[in-house]
């Protein structure tokens, strides 16, 4: 055989080789890590040890993995809160003084009671290495007034934020509205607005966003309610329709407020209440409408929760 | 009596040769690879992303420099012997404790040379990419400096008496040991034995406490550190340094090469 034809079989078998290379891995599922389960998070401890002086290094590395979590899970990140808060133990131990994970930690991990108080133990962490950033108190009362309701504990946390600098000039207003016992709207508005205004997380904002947009709409929804019991009492009989309301000579309203996607009000077939076609379900202040019955259990997990960590 | 000069032209001989190594280049190319790495690795987080960009490149430049210090040390003595230049060089006007001291500089000298290209690749990353430097950057590229030195003592040791391969494994378990050696404090101390007390105290007493040169997390996050915590942890790696060289010195005088 000659040097040329030699080298032609030799190219094509190479080529060949790289085909059937490159055909094998196109036929391999592209499934993230973290959803085939294979996401390994080590003990903080042994993390700290194996990671033999590159502390930092392998605390980059969890830190990376847990935006790919909430990245790859864009529908409902909470779900992996276990799992965020695990990565974020690890990445907080290896290097106590990062400063966004404690409060990646405090958006994240809200799928239960346990989760949130998980969160707000890595916050105490942050604020620990990060005394003078009101930012940390901040989440951290958000957190137990809007997840765990624990206005008192809340407002210890925003009064903290408030001897900081930077901190919001409303603030002191917020923690006497908590100390009241004043909570409600006004304040979840007011914390999330600021939550919106701060974050650097575009997930992040958009969960606040959305909140908010709930909040307003129970503002309208509420404003139907006062039209409502006002209708009862002039005509003696509760609406058929929402749009009763803003209809016949002796109309409540003028006009209905408008839903805020363009959706229409309705009477909730489950509760007879007035509701957003859109949510389907009336905003409470502690739990998002739109998973109202995982919030039940996670009040009811969190009792169980508190109970074990007593009997510890 | 030490003769400087004869050190002096041994190291430079030492260094002329390092830097003629192949492994030299191929680790320092990939040293670089990952400084430059950093800053991809950093787009990957809306946060803290110079941060990251700066951990990848001073882990780095440790981790390489590590791995520069192993590699060539380990060969340190045996290629002279292998080649038996280490004859021709010992039937000339000079010790063996000179030799391998000059030996010694020579490869720490190609090293802190490494670490300063590795260095000044990392200060242009850091600068294009707007992440902030300071002295804190400086001291801690110092101190890896430093326990590069101490590292190269190691192997410097273990090459005076055994094979490369076994000088490889000393050398890379005691650099493993080094970074733990506060742990393993520690975890003795915890403990209701006190014997197993009393030997994790000795073993950091004994072994490098390298943690101690460490100060990634205080440049990352711009932490204070004292000048004098600076000072000692350099005069501590050049004392331990010094030690093993002498017991290097010692068991390589009473080495037979037939």
Redesign the interface.
Known sequence: MSWGRRWIFRGAGIALLVAGTAFARTQLPERPATESGDLFVPQPEVARLASLGYRNLVSDYYWLQALQVVGGSAQNPSAHAPLIGRLIDVVTTLDPWVDHPYRFAALWMTDSAESVRKADALLDRGIEHHPDEWRNFFYQGFNRFFYLDEDERAADSLEAATRLPGSPAYLPRLVAKLRAGEGGLDASAAMLEELVRESDDPYARAEYEKALDEIETERRARTLDAARDEFRRRHGRDIVRVEELAEGPDAVLESLPPELHGFEWVLSPEDGRIVSSWYGARYEPLFHASARTEREQMLRGGAAGSSRTESR | MISIPAIGTLAANTMREAIRSKVLYTLLFFAVLLIGTGVL?ST?????GE??LQ??G??AI??FGAAIAIFIGIGLIHREVERRTIYTILSKPISRGEFLLGKYLGLVATIWLQVLVMGLAFAAVSLLAGAPLGIGHAQALGLAAIELAVVVAFSTLFSSFTTPMLAALFTTGLY?LG??SR?LRDLGSHSDVETVRLVASGLHRVLPD??SF?L??QA??A?PVPGSEVVFAGLYGVGYSAILLVLAVLIFERRDFK
Do not use: F, G, Q, W
């Open positions: 690795l990957l987080t809306y946060v803290e941060r990251i951990s990848v001073l882990a440790r981790l493993a970074h733990l742990d390298l943690e460490n990634t997390t990352l996050h932490l």
